[in-house]
């Protein structure tokens, strides 16, 4: 993971330069070096999924035997606020032709069960996979309304069409008090690798701590990975837990939000930056076996440093235009779009954005 050697030597890259050449807009001042190889590819395309009397969110793309663009996505009703993921999310089914859109909405998925039920209160974190000839949605759902029954599962079909196999249990549970892991466990993030298969998870302390700079830290988001010999588990996490943290580097950073994937015969890791470079950037980074990563990159900016006009942002909406939960939509393996989810669109709640990786 990390040091905090590697941290200064990541920053202390003079001099200061203007944002990565080809981007337009408000420019914002970062190191050049700073810049992953991925962000120079990104070229957007805009919003998609603007519901009506919705916010949208974790958009997960994958192309169908059909050849069209499959998205399951969260989405929860626009009276909730944007807070309504925690406790009425629902995951749900869109298609279209193209990876541009537009989507046509199918059904909803996977919907909160309701009382005596692990994920009784909101269904969300979608994240969409062909493995072993069937389609895994792992996912995210809690039983409380709160952060602290989060839990991830595994939903399977034979189709993209279902019908959905959905789990009396979760896939993976936190740790034991005291543990880094042990408030829930979600952001699922999923890749087979040498016929095992690796599930990565975010999850948090529940009490304060001191870090490195004895500042006390209370829910500083970090990563662990858990490996099994069976898609459906039993899951065991992997001892050197977890495999990215930043608590040590000072001032509560973090990061969430992962999609890991596979190419050029190594591990590759996007997510939203909470501090490292900013609030408001994605993170790249990259493995030579899945456990040990380098120090991040910038993945990609905020919609307004892409040129993108939009509206001015309503008093209700406090992370307009940032980026976050990104998703790959691959082709043999290859990234040919980027999804995320961003707050405004259309009825100013939140939608997709996407990005072709050129």
Request: proline share 6%; glycine share 10%; with cysteine.
């Given at each position: 993971m990390p040091?905090?050697?590697?941290?200064?030597?990541?920053?202390?890259?003079?001099?200061l330069t203007r944002a990565l050449a080809g981007f337009s807009g408000r420019l914002i001042d970062y190191p050049k070096a700073a810049f992953s190889k991925f962000s120079r590819h990104l070229k957007p395309v805009g919003r998609a999924?603007?519901?009506p009397d919705y916010y949208v969110w974790c958009n997960s793309p994958i192309y169908g035997p059909d050849g069209k663009v499959h998205v399951f996505f969260s989405r929860w009703v626009a009276s909730k606020g944007?807070?309504?993921?925690?406790?009425?999310?629902?995951?749900?089914?869109?298609?279209?032709?193209?990876?541009?859109?537009?989507?046509t909405f199918l059904n909803v998925v996977l919907a909160p069960r309701g009382p005596g039920h692990w994920d009784a209160t909101t269904c969300h974190n979608p994240s969409i996979q062909l493995v072993d000839g069937q389609y895994c949605l792992f996912f995210m759902g809690n039983a409380n309304g709160k952060t602290d029954t989060k839990r991830i599962g595994l939903a399977t079909a034979p189709t993209l069409h279902g019908p959905w196999t959905r789990p009396d249990q979760p896939l993976l549970l936190p740790g034991p008090a005291g543990a880094w892991d042990d408030h829930c466990t979600t952001n699922p993030a999923f890749v087979k690798h040498e016929g095992k298969y690796w599930l990565y998870y975010k999850s948090w302390n529940t009490k304060e701590y001191d870090d490195a700079k004895g500042?006390?830290?209370?829910?500083?988001?970090?990563?662990?990975?858990?490996?099994?010999?069976?898609?459906?588990?039993?899951?065991?996490?992997?001892?050197?837990?977890p495999v990215i943290d930043f608590s040590g580097q000072g001032h509560n950073r973090q990061f969430e939000d992962a999609f890991v994937w596979r190419q050029h015969g190594r591990f590759c890791l996007l997510a939203r930056d909470m501090g490292v470079y900013s609030q408001e950037v994605g993170l790249f980074?990259?493995?030579?076996?899945?456990?040990?990563?380098?120090?991040?990159?910038?993945?990609?900016?905020?919609?307004r440093d892409y040129g993108v006009a939009e509206p001015p942002a309503p008093p209700k909406l406090k992370r307009y235009g940032r980026l976050e939960r990104p998703q790959l939509l691959l082709r043999n393996g290859k990234p040919e779009y980027l999804f995320c989810a961003s707050q405004g669109g259309r009825f100013m709640t939140a939608s997709s954005f996407v990005f072709r990786v050129s």
């Open positions: 040091t905090r050697r590697t941290f200064l030597t990541g920053l202390v890259l003079a001099p999924l603007e519901l944007m807070s309504g993921w925690i406790n009425g999310s629902e995951i749900c089914h869109a298609v279209a032709d193209r990876p541009e859109g537009p989507f500042q006390e830290i209370r829910g500083n988001r970090k990563y662990g990975l858990a490996i099994a010999d069976r898609l459906q588990g039993t899951y065991e996490k992997f001892a050197g837990n980074l990259e493995s030579e076996d899945g456990k040990a990563w380098t120090f991040p990159k910038i993945a990609f900016l905020p919609i």
